[in-house]
Each structure stands twice: as structure tokens, then as C-alpha cells.
């Protein structure tokens, strides 16, 4: 706790002074142009690995960073996507997982979990479809690529689960708001962001770049401001292409990173069918 208050007195002191304007903005009203769905793990914070300012992100952080289908629930994800979509009309989403995800490794031991951590049990049942698909396809796996997979389809079923808001598929219907994939790697702090062409989550850096030149390194508060500027000039934010309820793709994805294994085309379809599977 002490630790905490220095913080606060070294925020008061030291952080504020240099943005005085900026709070006074604030305190009439925010505008963040970015949702940031991640997880609670306390080694993933949203603000530090992308190093925003105040003011950039609208959050949600949970268990698993999970989001319920429609009406599976109503609980405070939902209400902050609907916020977040309607009163804010935020135009880019993140969903962020990361390696060493403890509610992954719960998914790998969910019957356990019952009766130890009921709440967490039911919680995990809004990623069934991800566990599904890997205790199908891949129960040969060592534990730790089958974790690395289920990370991985985590992401990708959340999107889906993402899809079934009103609120979300109106502003992807119309073309305005851009939904991303994203594994944060603890073990280097690197990032991996899904590419929709090579189905694999790839670098971000060689989809942010200055005009014509090389990568660009986003500044403080830089997040938001970089993703609509490209929206804006017409060349596009790097973004999760998502595909129709009843579509199926084509080619395979392709996790990149060790461990991480092929999935067929059937297989990468039945990701996007959420809790349905």
C-alpha cells in the first residue's frame, strides 16, 4: 500500500503538471477511439504495452479476457461494449490475449474446477467453443503447445462472440469500426497480431508505418491517433477481416509461434461459431 501512495503522490506531482490542458479536457467529457478488451493478469496492461495516454483507451479487463455472447449474460461486458459502441462510438476494437494465460490453463483442467472455483468454471464456458476445437483436433499435443493453441483460438472465438452484438455487427455492417487480434508474449513482451490474409498472427510493426517508409513507433497517447489517421486517409488500420456467420475460409490458419499448429480450413471455420460449436 505504501508503494501505491508514493505512486499517487508522484502522479499528482510529477504527471499532471505537464498535462494540465489535457485533464481539463478530460473533465468535460472522454473520447477514447479504442476499445481494449484483455485480461486481468496483472502482467498485461493494456496503457503500459501500448503506451497510451489517458484519455486513449476504453477498457474491459476480465478473467481470460472473455466475452459472453449476447444474451448469454447480462452482466458488465456487455453493457460496456453496448456504451462503448452507442455513447462513445468507439471505431477500433482490440482483443488482446496473451501467453501463460491462467484461465487457458484453467480450460485445460476445467473439470476440476467445479468445485473448487465454481464461478470461474461457469465464467470459462463462454470459450467453449475454444476448448472444443483443440481437445478435438489437437488432444495429442504436449500441454504447453496445446495452452500456446488455445490462446491463440481464444482470441478468435471472442471475436466471434463479439459479432453477435446489435451494437457491433450495425458498425460493421456499415464499415465503421475495424475489430484486432492480438497475443501479447510475456516471455519476450512482444506482440502478435492476426492477419486475415495469411490467417497467422504475425508482427504488428509491418502494418504501422510511416507513409511509404519504414515502421513507425507509435508515441505516448500515439494508439488512437495512428489507428484513425489511417482510417482516415483511406490506407487502412491493421485489422481482423471478419468474415459472414455462414462463410468459411478458404485457407488454413497458421498460428506463428512455437508450438502453435496448422488448422484446416473446416476447422478455423468452426472457431467463429463461439459457444455454438
Keep these: 500500500m505504501e508503494k501505491l501512495l508514493r505512486g499517487l503522490r508522484d502522479f499528482q506531482e510529477n504527471y499532471i ?3 494540465q ?3 481539463k479536457q478530460l473533465a468535460k467529457g472522454q473520447s477514447p477511439r479504442v476499445l481494449f478488451i484483455g485480461c486481468s493478469d496483472s502482467r498485461v496492461d493494456p496503457t503500459i504495452i501500448t503506451q497510451s495516454e489517458i484519455g486513449d483507451l476504453f477498457v474491459i479487463r476480465n478473467a481470460g479476457n472473455i466475452i459472453p455472447p449476447y444474451e448469454a449474460t447480462n452482466g458488465g461486458e456487455g453493457a460496456t461494449i453496448e456504451y462503448a459502441m452507442e455513447a462513445l462510438d468507439i471505431g477500433q476494437v482490440i482483443v488482446c490475449g496473451h501467453t501463460q494465460c491462467g484461465a487457458m490453463k484453467g480450460l485445460l483442467q476445467l473439470g476440476e474446477l467445479e468445485d473448487k472455483m465454481p464461478l470461474v468454471y461457469h465464467w ?3 470459450t467453449e467453443a475454444t476448448r472444443k476445437l483443440v481437445e478435438d483436433h489437437y488432444s495429442q499435443l504436449e500441454k504447453k503447445d496445446k495452452l500456446d493453441l488455445l490462446v491463440a483460438q481464444n482470441v478468435l472465438t471472442q471475436i466471434d462472440n463479439l459479432q453477435t452484438y446489435p451494437s457491433v455487427r450495425s458498425k460493421l455492417h456499415a464499415g465503421t469500426v475495424d475489430i484486432h487480434g492480438w497475443i501479447y508474449q510475456l516471455e519476450t513482451a512482444q506482440l502478435l497480431a492476426y ?10 510493426h509491418s502494418k504501422i508505418h510511416a507513409d511509404g517508409g519504414a515502421s513507425k513507433v507509435l508515441k505516448p497517447g500515439g494508439l488512437s491517433q495512428a489507428l484513425n ?9 491493421p485489422s481482423v477481416a471478419l468474415p459472414g456467420f455462414s462463410k468459411k ?7 506463428h509461434w512455437p508450438g502453435a499448429s496448422r488448422l484446416s480450413p473446416e476447422q478455423a471455420a468452426r472457431i467463429y461459431r463461439g459457444a455454438g460449436v
Design 17 to 19: 503538471p505537464d498535462r
Design 21 to 23: 490542458e489535457l485533464i
Design 124 to 126: 470459462l464456458h463462454h
Design 195 to 204: 492477419d486475415d490474409e495469411s490467417k497467422s498472427f504475425v508482427p504488428p
Design 229 to 237: 489517421d489511417r482510417a482516415q486517409s483511406g490506407a487502412g488500420a
Design 249 to 255: 475460409f478458404s485457407e488454413p490458419m497458421q498460428p
